[in-house]
């Protein structure tokens, strides 16, 4: 349905985007080779692609793709005479569509999956001379690698604390830590961020404290959700870090309007979403990627493919080749990464953003990791999968140590360092349970604020109420939380 | 019933039963004589300018006491229920940048009750968005969009449709106000035509409002006149709380002749049709024109009923119903909704619980059944409550 809408008042649309929103015919050279958009196929024919350095190192892999169908039909194609000319086109809404005599189904496997692009070998040398291109000095590296420590920290012992029976719930992100550092630093703070719940290290690249985390993890009245939530439901509005919510995948579409928001503002930012491998079955993220790519939207799609929804692994979730592939799907521009090798994702996500602000387009990221803790304190993942595979996992493919190997490759870190740093902030996290303990609950006034903007007469009525119950029977009720 | 003329008191309306869906062409004619009617004499253009001559007249908030007082004291403008819905989503938009629409066919097309008519070539493909057919990823959208600083009006092309949205508007919508501490606000507006029509089918006949009546964190508002249609429009739009509004698909052919200048209503009041003494009777959107029929009939036949138009669904408007309950003492309530977990259930025991005292009798709810509705003409007749069956329960009331 949309192609014919697409048809049938097309060169509305265009004029009307140009002329309103000062949208300019995208000419680069590297969406060409990158997406195959309908709409620039039918406005003016693109030179084709020069060969840059840098795109290359980047682009090679999935310009590659673009010129060799990933299905194995293509081999078969390939090997084909040529078609005769003009009669054997079919001019349909969306593209002109050539005839084949042929019947060929395309395959439900692919033969070579979609390459990985890493920077960082598992030693944590890089093995491209281009590295220096990346720009990474040794204050941005040493700033992403202690937010990566700091957040094994913080979860080792926010974790413990919730074994101890101090915090109810916690999910860590152990494995994943240069997933959430990594892509942070890529981006500006006046980006928004969509987390899942597996994110908080976004947070912890834009400022942060520990005690704000410890103090959501408390539900105290100094946290910014006001104890409504449950911990690792972090949200903060000056970061531009929107509260999470436990539903899977509803961030997704939430982003797409975050962004079509800061098109019709006309704003120099994007928006990124993250989601795991599981949260790429649901509905919503697949009409929000949809979405995206007709409304040329700036979001970076990053999915945390680390291999399993709580139980249930890839091979479970989907038959395709991961999620990348599902980008072309959409008409969406998208990349396969290591998602352990931090300056990989970092190199990524800053080409994704320079990408989705002067395209307008969005874009998928997804970064193969593995999700070496539990799913949450609920969940004890040995009762689905071999101890020996999470101990791999834990080792060379470890995303602190291999970024902690390069860093010290390059004289800017060393053991002494290290264990000092681990100290350190393993203290101020324990410090910062401790403080976030002490303080009070929030008060029964806010169980019925921010319902709405102004509490109505019900709500009003029924607050009256439960105060008159606690003042009757406050032996019943828990003694810490002020009235 | 195909071609009553339905009346009210104060107005003769005009009820037309062809859906507009279906007949473009006939809508065409008739906007164009809408324009030439104005009594002021202004053109097209100079109503449709920005800032134009009418915000010399401003009046917000306007609270509705007598919402149809005639055209006798002040001169208006005659409007169809549709436009003067649409007249509200033009004004907000010229007022607010960023206001703006996304549902599916509501830009070039117009919207498929032709609400959103005119708006897309006047404020460009990206304001008034048509989106692909996913409801719950576009009210995602729309959540998104809003907590980043937009005011998005979310149509739902039937309100049934928005049961694919239910996740979205009950975990996110009414949740992450709340949840994020405040920090982030959700100012959408959820509209879209529902209740039972002329034979669309049973899919295309559900009151959602109440599934939706129980999720924290939303307002709703069902309109029935032009008058309070437009009035609502503006005031959900102005809300900075997600707001649902109500329309029904056989109310937007209404005429009415309503202010020049702008008004703004109350999202949270009831509205009084008719006063009276004898009983008071409860209603919303379609099932006001059903009443206002039998209370012609109960007049002839020496009744008393006061009427009125609850309009605010959630939150109820307690004050106004709570007065016309201590004045009459004996409450019908009469709706569209089914008869398990509706409107009418809700009201029944909100009103039980806070003037029991008052009461001389048990609330009598007239609802629909507990029926997916039916097709057949004949059947989907029996299953929404008629003016015989409003006129025998106030008599059984009154007795």
Redesign the interface.
Known sequence: ??ST?LT??KS??IH??KS??HYTTRTSHFTNSLFHHRLLHTLSPLPPVPKHANYYSIGKDYVARRSHATTSASSQINQLPVESPSSQILDFPGGKVKFTKNMIFTSNSTEERVNCYRVLDDNGQPFTDDIDLLKINKELALKMYTNMVTLEVMDTVFYESQRQGRISFYATTTGEEAINIASAAALDNND?V?PQYREPGALLWRGFTLQEFANQLFGNKH????G??MPV?Y???KHNY??V?S?VA?????????A??????KQDSCVITYFGDGGTST??F???L??AA??EVPVIFFCRNNGWAISTPVNEQFRSDGVVVRGKAYGVPSIRIDGNDALAIYNAVCEARKLAINEQTPVLIEALTYRAGHHTTSDDSTRYRSVDEIERWKGDQNPVKRLKKWIESKGWWDNVAESEYRSNIRKQVAQAIQVAEQIEKPPVADMF?????VP???LNEQEAFVRKTVKKHREDYPADVPL | MASSIIQRIGAATSFDTNNNYFHRRSFSGRQSSFVVVRSDGANITTRLKPNGGRTHHLVTNAVATKPHTSAASKPGHEILLFDALREGLEEEMDRDPRVCIMGEDVGHYGGSYKVTKGLAPKYGDLRVLDTPIAENAFTGMGIGAAMTGLRPIIEGMNMGFLLLAFNQISNNCGMLHYTSGGQFKIPVVIRGPGGVGRQLGAEHSQRLESYFQSIPGIQMVACSTPYNAKGLMKAAIRSDNPVILFEHVLLYNLKETIPDEEYVLNLEEAEMVRPGQHVTILTYSRMRYHVMQAAKTLVNKGYDPEVIDIRSLKPFDLHTIGNSVKKTHRVLIVEECMRTGGIGASLTAAINENFHDYLDAPIVCLSSQDVPTPYAGTLEEWTVVQPPQIVAAVEQLCQ
């Open positions: 349905m949309a809408y049938k008042s509305f649309i009307t985007l309103k929103l928004f969509f946290e910014y959700g006001k409504r939530q439901h949200g903060s509005r929107i509260t919510a539903t509803t961030q997704i579409p939430h982003a797409v309007g975050a079509y928001s800061l098109k019709m503002e509905g919503d697949h009409a929000a949809n979405f007709v409304l604020n921010d319902v709405y903007d109505p007469r019900n």
